[in-house]
């Protein structure tokens, strides 16, 4: 290499130089909590809608078995597979500074599946329009200090993002351990989109730095009959109520190689192209966790031992009453292709990689299907009407489950597990769920 | 395991340093002719081609050399000629519709060989319909062969030759593969594109392709227009016309059969040795090369045999400058499903296996999605384009405090700037690939496995990047 400057180093340094010194100065200035000195500063105050925190932990996949990588000796009680992941630290997002000790105590409490994150469209053309902002810190891995692993956050399936709030650390950059980076984005587009780490794409994605995002449609809030029934909450900008819809449940798919994950813990590493998934996960959970509420604590059991939810907070149930109209966003970051079935209620496909199927032209390209084929990295959103109720008082359950038969088990042995969970439809005048739905997944914080 | 392929490198290195005059010439002819990046076309005036079977070598990006079959343009009878000629994939063949296209194809393998051109009609062979080959009530072949060479004195000969012929008549994007031990001549690298040009409708509107291709002056090829098909809604801009065809290799398959190819020059008999249950694909490749290399221009010295760029190259969308889309063909050429996943914006999917996406009365079901997944024998041809949808400058800055480079981890393609066409500090000791402030996307196997390679070295698999200049006039190289 040569050490002569070229006239492009010498520019740069120059503009090393000038940066240095508008550095210098925004020291002094509103720094809207980063560290400093910084390169540029926002005017304002941010506040992020969402805070996230990229570190390890642990996770509850309960099976049967005991192989040299599954479970792992060194899990806490209750848990079996190390992870990583983001915590959800939006509680302290108007903290200064943003790296406190109550963040950092969340430090090995990475959750499966990463917080589960919602956004209204926003419209390009107000002039009073908000960017939402996704701040994301680095707490580095407790179980590796050896490793010094940078995060980011990519929104998979944004549009026209620049490199800078695409978190993809090859064009732009990540954030090391300690540090703290805010993503601005205008989401003109609405639909199911899905999120991940893109540091160390191949082992990030798989170790579960993972989750949904959604856009709710600027037409929400308005009221449009469709089939006799009328809508406030849709799926798409349909103009017709078509992708009208009462309550909404996301599947969020993902899978878990035991071998690699051991690895990560043991301070090995593996050969990828080995890969074969032993776990297959909705909303970070196995059934029969699946079909466990939202929060609850304890999971199934590993080898007599009850299984630790605490950080893998997500139900997969999707509760109705006959009649109703159920939005299923399903979202596949797993590396294998799911083939989702519904038994015995005929979904229809109302979108896919968050376009709903009217084509550029307005011709209707949805489709009835009982089996979602949703590959890596897709999305797909469904609408189904719950069936009439069998009588008394209890619920009618369907299965909701991964045709791929390898994808219902839990570590290859006999009995089902995997991407499994229920659709229960109550009877109509029954008190046992909300006449309507708290929020998004039954979660009041996305509401 | 590098230890175990020396002797067959070796050996290999010997064939190929045979011809070396020739290689020299041949690049130094190809090269004044291609673009850096996007599709390089062979065409042929009277719409025939001719392809030798051969041996080759490609090289993944960790340092393996894996011997591979396929085509070298062109009749050769010279092995050591024709592993010079190699490549992989196959040529990339160029015609327009209603043109008759026409292959010759030779042997120089140990195994018959044969042609195959899925979404074709009547495709003749030896001047007859092409029908699967059957001996003694067993299949044989999907086509007519042509037979393998011989070991004469030690020295290679030709087998028989056969030519198979179809007209164009419907544009897309095809591939040609082998048709026999297919399950095998295939993933060793038995497979190209073919691309047909449209050239009127029905209607008699002209849809042709008159694309004026200046080497060397990127500005001088903008503001031209081509159709993927006969219609208005597939026009492109023929400067940003790519071809992404997805294969995979098992190196263990190659690597039995390069000792195989080596016995037979030795003795004449050909055995496979190797137990196609026991395949496990290991390298994942664009345009058969892999990460890094995918990002390297067309016929880039150092993969002589691997000529095609995977570089996406544009520059941003405006309504009045730059209003057409790049073109890229996916075409699957391995044995699974690839979700393809290109950075930055959505792909609009206008065609599928030579078809353009619409309804039965002609209305357009093309389709925006972020994940393209591309199957076995599938081509995929999708639009893209990107803009800033916020149009970030210095005097529109993005919303957010950015902070200074020492608390980030800076990335080799960052320009140190949010904005188009800037550049800004970077830390010192970094790669700083940037030239002129151009934004970087990444596109990649969503299967994520598949974007390593192996033994475990990540980011060496099917990925590779969309460049995306700022507008012209600029000062990029």
Known sequence: MSKRLSRRGFLKLGLGAAAGAAGAQLFLSSRAGSLSPVAQAAQGTIIPKYYLAGTDGWASLPGVGNTHFY???????????????????????????????????????????APMMYFDEVDPNDPNKQPYVVRLTNLGLAMRPDLVDSHTVHWHGFRNVIPMFDGEPGSSMAVPIGRVFDYAYYPYECGTY?????FEDTEHVHMGMVGPVVVRPKQNGTSKTYGGRTFTKFAYNDGDGSTGYDREYVMFLSEVWNESHWDDAHIQLPDWTDYKADFYLINGRVYPDTIKENGEAVGAPTNGVPGDLGDQPYSALAKCKPGERVLLRFVNLGFTKASMTLAGIRMRVVGMDAVQLKGKSNVDGSYETNTIQIGPGESVDAIFTAPAHSGGSGYDSYMLYNRNIPGISNNGNAGLGGQMTEVRVYPANSNAISATQVGPNDLAYLA | MKRRLLPAILAALAILLV???QRGTALAQALPTDPRNGVICETSTDGHFDLTATIGYALMSDGNAIHMWGYALGEHSDVSV?????????????????????????????????????????????????????SAGTLTSLAPVAQAAAIVSGNVVSGSTMTYSFVASQPGTYMYESGTNAGVQVQMGMFGTIIVRPTVDANGNDFSYHYNYHDGNRAANEGQVAYAYAR????????????????????????????????????????????????????????????????????????????????????????????????????????????????????????????????????????????????????????????????????NPIPVTVPQTA???????????????????????????????????????????????????????????????????????
């Open chain 1, 194 to 198: 899905m999120y991940h780490c893109h």
């Open chain 2, 82 to 134: 024709a592993a010079e000629h190699y490549q992989y994939p196959g040529p990339i063949l160029c015609v327009n519709q209603g043109d008759t296209l026409s292959i010759t194809l030779h042997n120089l393998l140990p195994e018959d060989t044969s042609l195959i051109f899925p979404g074709q009609d009547n495709v003749q062979a030896g001047n007859a319909l092409s029908q699967p080959q059957f």
């Open chain 2, 232 to 395: 208005p809604d597939s026009a492109y801009n023929p400067a940003h016309e790519h071809v992404e065809i997805l294969s995979e290799i098992d190196p263990f398959m190659h690597q039995a059969y390069e000792s195989d190819f080596i016995s037979w020059m030795g003795t004449g008999d050909f055995t496979a040795q190797f137990d196609m249950q026991n395949y496990v694909a290991r390298y994942f490749l664009i345009n058969g090369r892999t990460f890094p290399d995918t990002m390297a221009d067309n016929n880039a010295a150092w993969l002589p045999n691997q000529p095609y760029s995977a570089l996406v190259h544009i520059y941003p969308y405006d309504a009045a400058t730059n209003p057409n889309p790049a073109l890229v063909r996916y075409v699957g050429a391995g044995t699974q499903d690839y979700p393809f996943h290109p950075h930055g914006n959505d792909s609009l999917v206008i065609g599928r296996d030579g078809r353009a996406l619409v309804n039965a009365s002609g209305a357009d079901l093309s389709m925006y999605k972020f994940s393209i997944p591309v199957g076995p024998g599938q081509t995929w041809d999708i639009t893209f384009d990107w803009k800033d949808d916020n149009n970030y400058s210095s005097s």
């Open chain 1, 71 to 113: 479970p792992d000796t060194w899990a806490p009680t209750g848990k079996t597979s190390y992870m990583f992941g983001f915590a959800d630290v939006s509680a302290y997002k108007t903290v200064n500074p943003p790296v406190s000790a109550d963040v950092l105590g969340f430090k090995q409490k990475a959750q499966s599946c």
């Open chain 2, 407 to 477: 608390n980030l981890t800076v990335g080799p393609y960052w320009s140190g700037s949010a904005y188009l066409g800037s550049s800004g500090a970077l830390p010192p000791g970094g790669e700083g690939y940037s030239q002129c402030g151009e934004y970087y996307h990444i596109a990649h196997n969503h299967a994520l496995q598949q974007m390593t390679s192996w033994g475990g070295i990540t980011l060496s698999g099917q990925a590779t990047y969309t460049r995306i200049d700022p507008p012209l006039p600029n000062n990029c190289p």
């Open chain 2, 19 to 21: 011809s070396g005059t």
